[in-house]
């Protein structure tokens, strides 16, 4: 009887003790929604980070949600429907033309580089960019980063794109590839994975990069309210932190290996063609190494805004970018 109650007593204590380092365990993870502008191949780190676990390293349990357009991501973060927002600088610009009182800070770059390429129905061997004068030519929609990238090219080249062709702009991101396909236009901007399917396919040919034509710039970088930062900077850490791991990871090993971890998310695109899409991304430094969004990507960005008549004010580099928390990061 005596060594059973031993036992018993024993077994409490155990228990006893182990309650509390559970609870401590549940407190440790902290839950952050991240709203993504589009599904995109162009993306890769931020599933790399999600796949191989090292959001959950940093104890963060984060739900991703493809929130489909800049302005309808931008709303979710304002009313809170989201956390961390994964698109285009420009869009932070154009929250702070509004007046708004909580500014949308960018803290961690992602990509650095425009993602379109330039696809010509035919097959171009020697292609020149004044080839693409006097034809139609379908762009991606007015305001949109992609667009202004394109437009900034063609001028770069001495093309005016609404005087020197037929450009059409008004068709929603979604179905621009396929009116191309379906016979729509001799040129056509678009993202990978559909560029090297469309080549694969024979409807189309890859002839240039507007990522290597327009330089570096802030594409797509993380954002979120100057108050959810103030209130939340450990977790912001933590998230950086992780898409570090995953920028590093992605830019150690082959696209062959990146593309094998992340062929969940893009179910309908075979392993050649996602192996293909990575190494060209990788091979035009698209992928930005560090999450540190600097100075002169951000003033690139506003003269490309500014040149397609999209920049509604210049704003100062300090004011809507953070770069102390990925710096930090990166020193450790």
């Known amino acids: 009887m005596k060594k059973w109650l031993k036992w018993s007593f024993m077994l409490l204590c155990i228990s006893v003790l182990l309650i509390p380092l559970a609870a401590c365990g549940k407190e440790d993870v902290t839950k952050i929604r991240i709203g993504e502008v589009t599904r995109s191949l162009f993306y890769a780190p931020q599933y790399v980070a999600i796949e ?4 959950k390293e940093e ?3 984060v ?4 929130t489909a357009g800049g302005d309808k ?3 979710a973060l304002l009313s809170d429907s989201i956390d961390i927002a994964l698109v285009g600088s420009e869009t932070s610009i154009y929250v702070q033309a509004q007046g708004a009182n909580d500014p949308v800070i960018n803290f961690a770059q ?3 580089t425009d993602g379109t390429f330039l696809v010509a129905r035919e097959d171009i061997q020697d292609f020149t960019w004044d080839m693409v004068k006097k034809s139609t030519f379908l762009g991606q929609r007015k305001g949109g980063m992609p667009q202004m990238a394109g437009e900034y090219t063609l001028k770069k080249h001495d093309i005016d794109p609404h005087a020197d062709l037929e450009l059409i702009q008004n068709i929603d991101f979604a179905n621009i590839a396929p009116a191309f396909s379906s016979g729509t236009g001799e040129f056509v901007q678009l993202f990978e994975p559909t560029a090297s399917v469309f080549e694969k396919e024979g409807i189309g040919h ?4 507007f990522g290597e034509e327009s330089g570096h710039l802030p594409y797509t970088a993380y954002m979120t309210k100057d108050s959810f930062i103030n209130e939340n900077e ?3 850490e933590k998230f950086t932190r992780a898409i570090y791991k995953a920028q590093q990871w992605v830019d150690g090993h082959s696209a062959e290996e990146t593309a094998k971890i ?4 893009f179910d309908n695109t075979d392993l050649e063609i996602l192996t293909m899409s990575i190494d060209r991304y990788k091979s035009q430094g698209s992928f930005a190494t560090d999450p540190i969004l600097e100075k002169e990507e951000w003033e690139n960005l506003q003269n490309i805004m500014d040149e397609a008549g999209e920049l509604p004010a210049r704003v100062d580099y300090e004011t809507l970018v953070n770069t102390s928390i990925a710096e930090k990061v990166i020193k450790e």
């Open 59 to 61: 104890g963060l349990d």
């Open 110 to 112: 992602l990509t650095q």
């Open 52 to 55: 191989k676990g090292f959001f």
């Open 234 to 236: 450990e977790t912001v």
């Open 262 to 265: 992340i062929t969940k998310y």
């Open 206 to 209: 890859i002839v240039a990069s």
């Open 63 to 66: 739900t991703l949600t493809t």
């Open 73 to 75: 991501t931008m709303t």
